[in-house]
Nanobody
Framework: VQLQASGGGLVQAGGSLRLSCAAS????????MGWFRQVPGKEREFVAA????????PYADSVKGRFTISRDNAKNTVYLQMNSLQPEDTAVYYC???????????????WGQGTLVTVSS
């Protein structure tokens, strides 16, 4: 499975961005998808996930109510809509895919290359 993340950029605090992750190489609709983020010197942090039938969407407490994960199986793409962004959301965001949903990065099988989100104050 190949994952290609996009949509990162520079935004002011309070603004919004939508990240996309396009998947190829395998039946996308059977995979659980997730988003993680990482800042230098820290471990990769769980942000959100969505199961293959889009019936379960767990979020990290730090983004609950501000971020929304969704998927379009017809387009083999998962999205992360990020609203009310804050400087502490600044990180490289990675999409992940795998057979299990877990908040542990090591539990995911496939990873995209990451896209940088910078939120200025």
């Amino acid at each position: 499975v190949q994952l290609q993340a996009s949509g990162g950029g520079l935004v002011q605090a309070g603004g919004s961005l939508r990240l996309s992750c396009a998947a190829s190489g395998r039946t996308f609709s059977s995979l659980n998808m997730g988003w993680f983020r990482q800042v230098p010197g820290k471990e990769r942090e769980f942000v959100a996930a969505i199961n293959w039938i889009a019936g379960s969407t767990p979020y990290a407490d730090s983004v609950k109510g501000r971020f929304t994960i969704s998927r379009d199986n017809a387009k083999n793409t998962v999205y992360l809509q990020m609203n009310s962004l804050q400087p502490e959301d600044t990180a490289v965001y990675y999409c992940a895919a795998g057979p299990l949903i877990t908040t542990a990065a090591r539990g995911w099988k496939y990873w995209g290359q990451g896209t940088l989100v910078t939120v200025s104050s």
